[in-house]
Each structure stands twice: as C-alpha cells, then as structure tokens.
C-alpha cells in the first residue's frame, strides 16, 4: 500500500511500521469540510489519518468528523 503525505508530514525516525505494540502512542484523527470546494472528502482524510497511524505504528483509537462551514458560525 502506498502512504499518501500531501501535506509533508514525512515519518518518525525508528517508528515501527506497521506493528502494534502493547505501548504504542495513541492517536485521535480530526476530518473537518469548511467549503463546498474542499479538495479532500472527508473519506479521503479519514483514510489518510488511518495511512498515517499505520505508517508511524500509531494506534488510531477515534476519527471526530467536522462537516460544517465556520462562516455559519458567525
């Protein structure tokens, strides 16, 4: 599987990939869509924060989705 980093994020040095240990760090993914031309779905992010996790041997334990404009907020 190819690991996708659009934002350059790259990868912890010694990080063990792909194996869960009884220690590894946890993570909380964040999706958020502000506009109706966001580039990423949130799908997509999602799935980019699981490639991530996998990739620096992070323990995705929760995704919180965001799906609504800031500009309504105000």
Known sequence: MEIIDPYG?????GAA???REANA???V???RVSTSRQVLSPDVQEKLIGQ???SEALELCDVYREVKSGKSLV
């Open 17 to 19: 990939r792909g194996k």
């Open 29 to 31: 993914g964040y999706v």
């Open 52 to 54: 991530y996790c996998e």
């Open 25 to 27: 760090l946890k993570a």
């Open 9 to 13: 994020l790259g990868t912890r040095r």
